[in-house]
């Protein structure tokens, strides 16, 4: 069965730095691209960039290059989203999912999400 | 980036109706397009994935069609357990994007 499992919520204060994980299970981590979904409360979905962690290929929205970094553990099947300097923006839903071989694919499996809270 | 949008925003129906969501992309998107559902609380599921086609397990009341710039989502029969948001999204760019969503209420 292919399940993805993320790390548990976080509540973190503007300016701190912060990884979150989304690990792999039942399929070939390395076959498949992850990719980084975030929801703000009460909001729609936006996808933040993706990863292949065969070769650790990463591509990244406009909007979120620079701000985050998206990176991947082959040898733990294991996806990382992360944050060098929290903002109170960031503030959100943010769910890992699998996107198949191709990077045309959809998602098709997802993590549960790990809520982020910042706040002062 | 390629911007979808979704329309209506939100929609009112009843248990038994036929309800249909349009999106709209805006370029040429072949038919990389797929819909997805999310409950409160709860992770997306894809329910069409190719613009037409039936992800594995999702109610054959579900159904997608669309090529290029404009697609639909059919429900044929609303069920109590479809009252939740739906999501088209691209997949021909690797810049991919969402459509801002249809939330489904109960009338």
């Known amino acids: 069965e292919v399940q993805l499992v993320q790390s548990g919520a976080e509540v973190k204060k503007p300016g701190e730095s912060l990884k979150i994980s989304c690990k792999g299970s039942g399929y070939s981590f390395t076959s498949y691209w992850i990719g980084w979904v975030r929801q703000m409360p009460g909001k729609g979905l936006e996808w933040m960039g993706i990863i292949y962690p065969g070769d650790s290929d990463t591509r990244y929205s406009p909007s979120f290059q620079g701000q985050v970094t998206i990176s991947a553990d082959k040898s733990i099947s294991t996806a990382y989203l992360q944050w060098s300097s929290l903002k109170a923006s960031d503030t959100a839903m943010y769910y890992c999912a699998r996107q198949g071989v191709q990077m045309t694919a959809p998602f098709d499996y997802w993590g549960q999400g790990t809520l982020v809270t910042v706040s002062s | 980036d390629i911007q979808m949008t979704q329309s209506p925003s939100s929609l009112s129906a009843s248990v038994g109706d036929r309800v249909t969501i349009t999106c709209r992309a805006s370029?040429?998107?072949?038919?990389?397009l797929n819909w997805y559902q999310q409950k409160p609380g709860k992770a997306p599921k894809l329910l069409i994935y190719a613009a037409s086609s039936l992800q594995s397990g999702v109610p054959s009341r579900f159904s997608g069609s669309g090529s290029g710039t404009d697609f639909t989502l059919t429900i044929s029969s609303l069920q109590p357990e479809d009252f939740a948001t739906y999501y088209c999204?691209?997949?021909?760019?690797?810049?991919?994007?969402f459509g801002q969503g249809t939330r489904l209420e109960i009338k």
């Open positions: 999204q691209q997949s021909y760019s690797t810049s991919i994007t």
């Open positions: 370029q040429s998107i072949s038919s990389y």
